[in-house]
């Protein structure tokens, strides 16, 4: 099990870019899949991105595709999501997420989680 903290969310402008940090601790890192997903008001959670535990492997919801990059540093325990050309529509809580085994899109799969950080988009 991991114990994950997000941190870097904020108020910006729509075409702003922003990066999201999330530092694991307890278990080894690179054990870990990590994901990011993310939650507005009234909806469901949704898959951002996940990447594999060398780096080498990441995949994107389409909503997201083109415009967010997803990376981690084993050395400093943590996962990254940058995330440019921001929308209205990403406004949301963004949560970290880890599993050991293969990647999976479906929250459903993760057993841990982190408390969220929340980006805004507005003008």
């Known amino acids: 099990q991991v114990h994950l903290v997000e941190s870097g969310g904020g108020l910006v402008q729509p075409g702003d870019a922003l990066r999201l940090s999330c530092v694991a601790s307890?278990?080894?890192?690179?054990?870990?899949?990590m994901a990011w997903f993310r939650q507005a008001p009234g909806k469901e959670r949704d898959f951002v991105a996940a990447?594999?535990?060398?780096?080498?492997?990441?995949f994107y919801g389409d909503s997201v595709k083109g415009r967010f990059t997803i990376s981690r540093d084993n050395a400093k325990n943590t996962a990254y999501l940058q995330m440019g050309n921001l929308k209205f529509e990403d406004t949301a809580t963004y949560y970290c997420?880890?599993?050991?085994?293969?990647?999976?899109?479906?929250?459903?799969?993760?057993?841990?989680w982190g408390q969220g950080t929340h980006v805004t988009v507005s003008s």
């Open positions: 307890g278990d080894t890192f690179d054990n870990y899949v």
């Open positions: 990447v594999t535990i060398t780096g080498t492997g990441t």
């Open positions: 997420a880890a599993r050991r085994g293969p990647y999976y899109s479906s929250p459903a799969m993760y057993n841990d």
